[in-house]
């Protein structure tokens, strides 16, 4: 024992072996994928700051004299948590958050393959505490290490990792809410911390709201239109496909490009028996993207100012459309072919009222069938519909498609039309693969048809947001052939929205100003289910519909006014009018959207009974 008399700066030395343990774990465990050396250097750089902190204030708070202690003790606390997280990565391919943590059902699915989850390798993230431990008395630790040193260092590594993450990741914290981002640009650690605040914020906005809140809502008469009686029931009991088209805006339907014909498939089936085409329909949309029109369709309530209602508020009580039709024996399933924790979908979707989420892992993706962001749409149609024709009937299965995302990528085989040739490639591209989930949309149908479900199902097609940004008014005024005001800006957040019910006889197109939060009611009624109690929107087809439909950030659209950007233009004739005109709508619109805002923050709808 002699020789090991020595002295050890015990406290670097733990630094440095959870450093090696964590990027061990973010690389050869969670797999976390990098496309640069910047990434590389951020995820090598963003465990040091938490860890210096930890050892720093623990010297600072415990004492210097119990160096030995502070570095074993905090080396086997956050082992412990990168443990936990690795086994849970096992198992769930996600990082853990305090939601999933408080979620009973998916600790008892751990619990059970808990044991299957532990390799022999598993030891090796124990070795270096064992061994301080065993050496603890046989050897002198020496501190090397001052705190306040440390404490500064900590910080500067901290600035440097949100310098990098920003870099690779632009509003990180608001915009994106992919784990595997997060953890990659912040590090495993710091998004421990991230998740507890976030859930700490949420707990607590939940926790000033009682009962009375509810009640108070009741005295707003949400919905008062009622649902149109002719259309009531037409669908019931058929098989709903509800289908999101990826970043697709309205101009785009019976628009053509230098003769080509953008969406020939949905501008023939706008026009087929049985459809009804909504042309002044809005996404109402934010932060949240695909995730916010997910839930605004759902839920017939408006997405969060700020963040995505997916992330903020995974835990809420919700009367989702989903859990409705469910409750009316409905099979729901959910086909997307990303990675499941992406957006928290994997979180979300059961609160929804989703039985199965048909995420990344259920589907065949190679090289040659995938682009951009994944899967091209037309196989994941394809595939999708294996496990649709195995769902019990009748089913409420959605489908969200991917390829028609930013930055619009698409194999050279796969372009029906060319690029456009304008100076702006993104535009450019956006209308070629546009034209491609068109003829994927007709594959899909086709296939249905084959599969004999078609003819006791119904149709619901949307898109989920804008594609085409303000950055590329410049190309869109071109194209348009005219200038791009913040009033015709408004008008590019139209979305098609189709409803196609195979069988009746009708053909319509329906100019009722709206927009996703009118989803909702309109399904229902299509169903013959009863309308829900708190919605924000009307049927579709209801007669004497309010006109009027609010974004998020509060313009809104009314039949005769519309108001952005703190400015009123008149609807008819699309110049900027007195402001006076549009006055009479703010208290409505403001008041709408924090009731709305109020009923997530404060999960409202767990006092409805
Ligand atoms: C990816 C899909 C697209 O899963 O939701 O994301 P977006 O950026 O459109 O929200
Ligand atoms: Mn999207």
Redesign the pocket.
Known sequence: MQRFKGKLPIIWISIFTLWAKTTFAVFYIFHIHTEDSLQVATILINPLAPLLLLMSLALLFVGKKNAAFIAIAINLAVTLLLYFNIVYYRFFNDFLTIPILLQSNNARDLGISLWKLLEPVDILFFIDIIIAFWLKGRMRAVLLFRPKVGLSLACILFFINLTTAHIDRPELLTRSFDRQMLVRNLGIYNYVVYDVLLHGQTKIRRAAASERDYDELNKHVLSDTPANPAYSSIAKGRNVFVISL??TQSFVVNEYVDEQELTPFLNDLITEKGSYYFDQFYHQTSQ?????SEFIIDNSLYGLPRGAVFFTNPQNKYNALPKRVKEAGYTTAVF?A??KS??N?DVMYPALGYDHFFSEMYYTITKENSVG?GLKDADFFMQSLEYVKKLQQPFYAKF?T?TN??PFALAAKDEIIPEWNSPDGTVNRYFTTVRYQDEALKQFFDAIKASGLYDNSIFIIYG??YGISKNHNKAMSTFLQKDITAYEYIQLQKVPMLIHVPGLEETKTVSTISGQIDVKPTILNLLGLEQGHIQFGTDLFASNREELIILRDGSFISDTYVYTNNRCYSHRTSMETNMHYCEPFFEHVKEELELSDKIIYGDLLRFAN
């Open positions: 990826e970043s949240g993207k695909t995730s916010d997307h990303n990675n992406f957006w979908r962001w969200i991917l995302h930013f989920d947001h």
